[in-house]
């Protein structure tokens, strides 16, 4: 074999090759490629080696899957406790509302074996609540409501014939608010609406928020009776207030509770008496143009005699005659008065006798002194009132201590937009404890103290503190008066703040438990 001649001078350089030295290289190259051949053709035998290794251990641990699932712990548990643990796999809707029903329990379930199918389709509390849900948002980006359409589908055919609530979460963050036009929005939850309506003879309770058109399109299947097992309809609307209008026909309806905030909703009595009703509560909006007169409340008391609560937005005077009333169930009372409308004369026809929490907010009211037509309904109605709450409610100081005078078992007292003087101040200082005047009040709440000195606020605070309660303790155990365990006082007064933290007696107060603040 002829001698090579050496071309290690020419690796790395430019140097152009001899002849001889170019015949070296070609010789290289070629012995090169015979040498990574047979390489290469041992790798792809070592490779379908591996291959086949690998498809065998594949069969093996598929094998091996198999028979421990048949071993498996789980699989010896009585349904009755494997339905326990499927109810715990529900999700909680608080932390994610973007995952769609068919990616979560109950439906997951169902897919993991037609075993766990029959047991979840046999355990009724996982079917007890559809809940259907915003898609998407400002922070997560858009998706599709048809995959919560097809979900809620899903759902509802698994669940069988049995009764269920909806759960109705479609409340938007403010920064979604302008994300999506409205219309966008409105179509794709009705959508979702059309895919379980079909089952609205199967709802038992609506609860939750949704925009105006879905809320609108609900009340359309209570209006046309396709809701026969409904019991509680409870809606906020979702979206920016606007003048939006529904009437709601009551006579067919077997409801116990109605309640829609946001949107101004006429019930339609038609002279039918409502039985079941205890609670009823349409707020309406305070910028909506249409709001329900005094003549709704009056049939309210009317056709709902077993009504519990009651809560109402009111922007007009009563356009029929005024009839004498006395409602023997009703024990949970809120009433918002818009623009000009003074509930005074029909106060004055009303009497409560089991009222125990009442609310009363006059929004841009305009009646100012004498008004004793809130302390002739209590002093009426004998009722044992714990909680009064009133805005914007102005009346005299000779009224307001009439107020007082008619709800001695007050356990709770609060008053915004009024203008609180020191005369009620004085009048709820305790100076003899068989004279006091609510001397079961726990919580004072008062707006406006402007012109109340501090020293008048301090008498009262000291005179009524008798130290901390716990919410079992026995409050007969302590003298007339001496229950206070809250008290704000909202004012622009610097010297309470000042006053306040020298009060060697004060300061000992809040650091008894007293919880002062407002100032």
Request: some cysteine; charged content about 20%.
């Amino acid at each position: 074999m002829a001698k090579r001649t050496s071309i290690r001078h020419l690796l790395n350089t430019t140097r152009v090759p001899t002849a001889a030295e170019a015949d070296t290289v070609r010789q290289i190259i070629e012995e090169s490629y015979g040498e990574l051949s047979k390489l290469r053709n041992q790798v792809d035998a070592f490779r379908n080696k591996l291959s086949n290794l690998l498809a065998k251990c594949e069969l093996l641990e598929k094998r091996i899957e198999v028979h421990e699932a048949i071993v498996a712990p789980i699989r010896r548990l009585p349904q009755e406790v494997l339905s326990e643990i499927f109810l715990h796999c529900l999700p909680s809707r608080d932390n994610d509302l973007n995952i769609f029903p068919f990616k979560e329990a109950p439906l997951l379930l169902c897919r993991v074996c037609s075993y766990w199918r029959v047991i979840a389709r046999r355990t009724p509390p996982l079917w007890s609540t559809l809940t259907i849900s915003n898609p998407y948002s400002y922070y997560e980006g858009r998706a599709s409501f048809s995959g919560e359409a097809m979900g809620a589908t899903k759902w509802i055919s698994e669940s069988g014939s049995r009764p269920f609530s909806v759960q109705v979460e479609f409340a938007r963050l403010d920064e979604d608010l302008g994300y999506y036009a409205d219309n966008e929005y409105e179509n794709g939850v009705n959508g979702v609406l059309s895919a379980i309506e079909n089952s609205s003879h199967l709802w038992t309770s609506v609860i939750g928020d949704a925009p105006h058109g879905a809320i609108s399109r609900l009340i359309a299947l209570m209006n046309s009776g396709k809701t026969p097992l409904l019991q509680k309809f409870d809606l906020t609307r979702d979206g920016h207030a606007e003048n939006y209008f529904d009437t709601l026909k009551m006579s067919d309806l077997s409801m116990r509770v109605i309640s829609i905030h946001g949107m101004t909703v006429v019930p339609d009595f038609d002279g039918a008496t409502l039985l079941n009703i205890h609670t009823l509560c349409l707020t309406g909006s305070q910028w909506s143009y249409h709001s329900l007169s005094m003549d709704i409340f009056w049939e309210c008391m009317t056709y709902c005699p077993n009504l519990q609560s009651l809560t109402l937005r009111i922007g007009k005077e009563c356009q029929t005659p005024i009839h004498i009333v006395e409602h023997s169930h009703l024990e949970v009372c809120t009433l918002y008065f818009m623009g000009d409308v003074d509930p005074g004369p029909s106060l004055d026809r009303l009497s409560l006798p089991m009222l125990s929490k009442l609310a009363i907010f006059m929004e841009h009211g305009s009646q100012v002194g004498h008004w004793p037509h809130l302390a002739e309904l209590l002093d009426r109605s004998r009722s044992q009132v714990t909680h009064l709450r009133i805005s914007g409610l102005h009346m005299s100081d000779h009224n307001f201590g009439q107020v007082l005078q008619s709800a001695p078992h007050l356990v709770s007292l609060r008053v915004h937009e009024f203008l609180t003087t020191e005369e009620i101040i004085k009048a709820l200082t305790v100076k003899e404890q068989s004279k006091c005047l609510c001397p079961r009040l726990e919580t004072i709440y008062f707006s406006g103290c402007e012109g109340v000195a501090w020293q008048s606020v301090r008498d009262m605070i000291l005179s009524r503190w008798g130290g901390l309660l716990a919410k079992d303790d026995d409050r007969s155990n302590r003298h007339p008066g001496m229950v206070l365990q809250e008290i704000v006082i909202h004012t622009r007064d610097r010297e309470y703040r000042t006053m306040a933290a020298v009060d060697a007696d004060i300061q000992q107060c809040i650091r008894d438990g007293l919880e002062l603040s407002g100032f």
